[in-house]
């Protein structure tokens, strides 16, 4: 079993940031991938960017550079995502998910692990 505890939500300003993490615990050495999901009402989760937990191999749904980084730490095992340039589009509550096979990045059904989710309100 592997458990994820996300933090760092919040609120912030347009054209602002915002860093959240996510502690990883359990069987970790089982995890082929991480990422962040987020999700608004009435929509389907959507994939935001994923890191193999091993190699660090990052995949990004958003082609702007910089936008989001994504990142993990195997020494304290959290999992990071950094929103920069924020605009109200991106309130949502971001979810972090593992899996520990190969597969589709940004299919959420390929996640087994999931953690309970951290609001961000971005606001102008």
């Known amino acids: 079993q592997v458990q994820l505890v996300e933090s760092g939500g919040g609120a912030a300003q347009v054209g602002g940031s915002l860093s959240l993490t996510c502690a990883v615990s359990?069987?970790?050495?089982?995890?082929?991938?991480l990422a962040w999901f987020r999700q608004t009402a009435g929509k389907d989760r959507e994939f935001v960017a994923a890191?193999?937990?091993?190699?660090?191999?990052?995949y990004y749904v958003d082609p702007l550079p910089g936008r989001r980084t994504i990142s993990r730490d195997k020494t304290k095992s959290t999992l990071s995502l950094r929103l920069n340039n924020l605009n109200p589009e991106d309130t949502a509550i971001y979810y972090c998910?593992?899996?520990?096979?190969?597969?589709?990045?940004?299919?959420?059904?390929?996640?087994?692990?999931w953690g309970q989710g951290t609001q961000v309100t971005v606001s102008s």
């Open positions: 890191i193999t937990w091993n190699g660090g191999t990052t």
């Open positions: 359990g069987h970790t050495s089982t995890l082929y991938a």
């Open positions: 998910a593992a899996r520990r096979s190969g597969g589709s990045s940004a299919d959420p059904n390929e996640y087994e692990y």
